[in-house]
């Protein structure tokens, strides 16, 4: 029997330019256990997944801020305050480096995102003076609210489906991935990960990307 997963996307289910590596298609709609997608992204990115892939839609979001299970949504974190600082960064030269749609924060709501283009030291300046922190995910600046992560966020889809964190097999590749390392029973970094990432794993893969990913999933099928 294959265990509960909760993967990652940008980084382990993609390729190196951030698209959607096609084998999710031919792995995840059969996987017999709950497949739980857990990402930085807007709520709609991960949703959309899974309508598309054929999946239950559990799912969170915004690095913990959106969880959806069993039909329900709650929230953590505080857009209004990450807002603040978004305006603050850009009254203060800095740029959010998105275009006028901005769909990368247009349906966000529980944090902003910044592009790596933007002037860390300034966004971690203006973010520290309203008590809100900024990670690195590799594919953006996220400015969040302290102890709002996907690991909380995967315990309350745990409390709600009934399964122990510790029941679930973990992939990833970034800094926001460490805090569901920690409360799963296995826990992997693909060989592109940050070295948060790789520190928390308990296993660093050889290959990276959904490579990685994929030596994960075939061997979790076949023991
Ligand atoms: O959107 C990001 O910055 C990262 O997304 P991820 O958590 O799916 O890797
Ligand atoms: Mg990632």
Redesign the pocket.
């Known amino acids: 029997m294959v265990p509960p997963l909760v993967l ?5 289910l993609t390729d190196a330019q951030g698209r959607l590596d096609p084998r999710v298609f031919e792995v995840l709609p059969s996987w017999d256990a709950p497949v739980v997608l ?4 807007a709520f709609p990115y991960p949703v959309s997944l899974c309508h598309y892939l054929g999946l239950p839609q559990t799912v969170i979001a915004e ?1 913990g801020g959106v969880v959806l299970v069993d039909g329900e949504v709650t929230f953590a974190g505080n857009r209004e305050a990450a807002q603040a600082v978004a305006d603050e960064f850009v009254s203060r030269g800095g740029t959010l480096g998105w275009d006028a749609a901005d769909t990368v924060n247009r349906w966000r709501e529980t944090e902003i ?1 910044v592009s790596l283009d933007a002037d860390e030291a300034l966004l971690r300046d203006v973010a520290s003076a309203f008590d809100l922190e900024v990670i690195d ?4 600046y ?1 400015v969040k609210s302290h102890g709002v992560e ?1 690991g909380v966020g995967l315990e309350h889809v745990c409390e709600t489906m009934d399964y122990d964190p510790a029941d679930f097999v973990a992939v ?3 800094e ?2 460490a805090s569901t390392f920690r409360v799963v029973g296995q826990s992997y970094a693909v060989a592109n990960a940050d070295d948060v990432a790789k520190e928390a794993a308990d296993e660093v893969l050889e290959q990276s990307y959904m490579d990685g990913t994929l030596s994960v999933l075939e061997s979790l099928q076949k023991s």
């Open positions: 990652d996307i940008d980084g382990t857990a990402t930085g992204k690095n995102a995910t590799g594919f953006a996220h996907k990833g590749d970034s926001n991935d």
